[in-house]
Nanobody, 118 residues
Framework: VQLQASGGGLVQAGGSLRLSCAAS????????MAWHRQAPGKERDEVAR???????NYADSVKGRFTISTDNAKRTVHLQMNDLEAEDTAVYYC?????????????WGQGTLVTVSS
């Protein structure tokens, strides 16, 4: 299973970015997908999660500004980030809780850098 993330970049404070992460490989089902971020010198924190059933959860710091969604038979997860703040600067990672033919486990995508200039 591979997760390919895209969409990071440089944006001014108050601007928007849309991250995408596509899952591929021997997938029987995706139980949930999530976005996480890690700022320099800080731990990796979960930002948003969406379950197979469509339930969503957000970190308090991004509620009302970020929206997580899925498409392509729920194998692509997006993170629409609006009203970005300098504090949102981080490397963003996607993850997926996947059931394959032989197991259920988590997978990570490569990080994509988001830089918000103030």
């Amino acid at each position: 299973v591979q997760l390919q993330a895209s969409g990071g970049g440089l944006v001014q404070a108050g601007g928007s970015l849309r991250l995408s992460c596509a899952a591929s490989g021997s997938i029987r089902s995706i139980n949930s997908m999530a976005w996480h971020r890690q700022a320099p010198g800080k731990e990796r924190d979960e930002v948003a999660r969406i379950t197979e059933g469509g339930a969503v959860n957000y970190a308090d710091s991004v509620k009302g500004r970020f929206t997580i969604s899925t498409d392509n038979a729920k194998r692509t997860v997006h993170l629409q980030m609006n009203d970005l703040e300098a504090e949102d600067t981080a490397v963003y990672y996607c993850s997926a809780d996947v059931t394959t033919r032989v197991s259920r486990r988590g997978f990570w995508g490569q990080g994509t850098l988001v830089t918000v200039s103030s």
